[in-house]
């Protein structure tokens, strides 16, 4: 059956690869974007190429009335989703606590955390409740593995885990899946740095057991498969995707 899934922050990264590899299982892929059109349409384009059908829509996943707008549109033209992934994301500011700005705190959790509040919320609300859903939001390791420097990515990635064990158990019944992933280090615009300088992601990718960052597509592999009717028994799971990085806790102990 053909469903019609919502990916937010498909036009780069990890939400694009997502969109992509739903347009591989011939699904209707709404790819919400935050401001570039340009990556949104190239996004399109990659979901037609694989076989699916594509809806570019705009939406600030921490603005409740954008995230009312773009779903309002979706349903339009689609009827109500049966997935949604929640990808859009900003990294963490690199300030310690001490020299945070409040408006550096709330612009990181609003995107992070309430955008996956705001986002899960109406696609609970407007979701056909004979049909089997699925929500993954993309979290990462450091919603518990801490670093100085990002207590604003990982106060908003730890909540979103809470967050999606509660609605875990208040969906269940409702048919409602509700699952994270954590990705590691994962090539991508928010690591720019690492893309395009390989001594700098040597020192990174050093510190991972199986010697390398991730691709984005095997991060979209794995979220693909969790809202598949294969993983039908999963729900509150949060499934790291990290070569392994996450078990290096104990290095230097
Ligand atoms: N790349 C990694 O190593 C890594 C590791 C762990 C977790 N993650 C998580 O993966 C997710 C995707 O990140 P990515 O690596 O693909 O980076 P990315 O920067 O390519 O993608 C993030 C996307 O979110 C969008 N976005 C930002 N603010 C938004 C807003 N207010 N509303 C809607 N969209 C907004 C951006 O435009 C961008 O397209 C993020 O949640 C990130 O925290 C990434």
């Excluded at 990264?13 to 059109?37: L, M, P, Q, S």
């Excluded at 390989?198 to 960052?213: C, E, H, Q, S």
């Excluded at 949060?238 to 806790?249: C, E, N, P, V």
């Amino acid at each position: 059956m053909t469903r019609c899934v919502i990916v937010t922050g498909a036009e780069s990264g990890i939400g694009a690869a997502c969109a992509e590899a739903f347009g591989r299982c011939g699904d209707k892929v709404a790819v919400c974007y935050f401001d570039n059109t340009t990556e949104a349409a190239t996004t399109v384009t990659a979901v037609e190429k694989a076989g699916g059908t594509a809806l570019a829509v705009q939406c600030d996943v921490g603005d409740e009335t954008s995230v009312a707008r773009a779903f309002d549109t979706i349903e339009k033209a689609w009827g109500a989703a049966s997935v949604l992934v929640n990808s859009a994301g900003l990294n963490m500011s690199g300030v310690t606590v001490r020299d945070m700005t409040l408006q550096q705190w709330r612009r990181l959790l609003d995107t992070d955390l309430t955008g996956a509040f705001l986002t899960s919320r109406r696609f609970l609300t407007a979701r056909d409740a004979t049909v089997p859903a699925s929500i993954v939001h993309i979290s990462s390791i450091h919603a518990y593995a801490v670093r100085a420097g990002g207590a604003d990515y990982c106060a908003a990635k730890g909540g979103l885990s809470n967050l999606v064990e509660t609605m875990a158990i208040e969906e269940a019944a409702h048919g409602v899946r509700v699952n994270a992933v954590e990705p590691g280090m994962i090539l991508t615009p928010m690591n720019a740095r690492a893309e395009t300088d390989t001594a700098y992601r040597k020192t990174l990718t050093d510190n991972i057991p199986m010697g390398r960052a991730g691709q984005p597509e095997e991060v979209a592999t794995l979220v693909r498969w969790l809202s598949s009717e294969e993983a039908s028994y999963i729900t509150g799971a949060r499934i790291a995707i990290d070569g392994g990085l996450s078990l290096m806790q104990a290095l230097g102990a």
